[in-house]
């Protein structure tokens, strides 16, 4: 029975002893559970004031956003308006330039017509001063041949009649002839005469610029308006002319004969045509 006691004792001392192991193993479990349980405490204090000032920030950051957003539009507002602007500029400017190439080409076109009349008026000033040395050549032509028809005038008036003077066996001429052929070496220019023999002058005057010549015949010729003249250089035939303007000793003739202005030269011998 003792035995039996003994084992019971023995039997629960090993029990009180596991007993108190596990109470020992449990307590150590217990604070090493306390301990993470701190640490977790003091983790999820960390985290949430953590959380809490990420969740400011991100608030912070949110409201940032929202004004670099409304910065942002606006931005983009200006820029679409800029945008606008340049376009309107370049399309400006486009349209300048082309205005510009417009008063260029007509600047060019006026510079241009310019000298051309600058260079119509040198040729004109050229041609005054040509008809003005004509005008004058042809005066002083005038003035010779009035000269010359009062000298002949003179010499008509103061004419007599000596009768018949025998120059050869075989002819005689009158006073009269004689006294003709005297004027006539006296005075060049032809007297008023009327006659049906055909009519040979020589050309005065040509003017290719405003194609009309003058020729040593007129009036006193028996030259009229319409009449035409054969034109000769030597036995060459040249052209026609026809007259247009009839003066005492000298008449203005029309070309009937194209290019013919290129062609006469003063002096050519003109031909009374026959109708």
Not at 57 to 71: F, G, N, P, W
Not at 109 to 132: A, C, H, M, P, Y
Request: hydrophobic share 40%; net charge neutral; glycine share 4%.
């Amino acid at each position: 029975m003792n035995r039996r006691a003994g084992a019971s004792i023995v039997l629960l001392t090993i029990l009180v002893m596991v007993a108190l192991a596990l109470a020992g193993g449990l307590f150590y479990f217990f604070q090493e559970e306390h301990k993470k349980n701190l640490a977790l405490q003091d983790e999820l204090t960390r985290s949430t004031t953590q959380y809490e000032r990420i969740r400011s920030e991100l608030e912070e950051a949110k409201k940032k956003i929202s004004v670099l957003t409304d910065q942002m539009k606006e931005t983009q507002g200006k820029i679409d308006t800029l945008t606008v602007s340049l376009e309107e500029e370049k399309s400006a400017r486009i349209e300048a330039q082309a205005k510009k190439e417009e008063l260029r080409y007509e600047f060019d076109q006026q510079k241009s017509l310019r000298i051309n009349l600058e260079t119509k008026l040198s040729d004109l000033q050229e041609v005054i001063k040509d008809k003005e040395v004509q005008i004058k050549e042809l005066s002083s032509q005038k003035s010779e041949l009035e000269e010359q028809m009062k000298a002949v005038k003179q010499s008509e008036s103061q004419r007599v009649e000596l009768g018949t003077i025998v120059v050869s066996p075989e002819e005689t001429v009158s006073a009269k002839s004689r006294a003709a052929a005297i004027v006539k070496d006296v005075a060049p220019a032809k007297a008023p005469q009327f006659s049906s023999e055909v009519l040979e002058g020589k050309v005065l005057v040509v003017n290719k610029n405003y194609n009309f010549v003058v020729i040593n015949l007129g009036i006193q010729d028996g030259i009229t308006v319409g009449s035409e003249f054969s034109v000769y250089r030597k036995k060459q035939f040249l052209g026609d002319l026809k007259i247009e303007k009839v003066h005492d000793s000298m008449s203005a003739a029309g070309f009937l004969t194209d290019g013919l202005s290129y062609k006469l030269n003063e002096g050519d011998r003109v031909v009374q045509k026959i109708r």
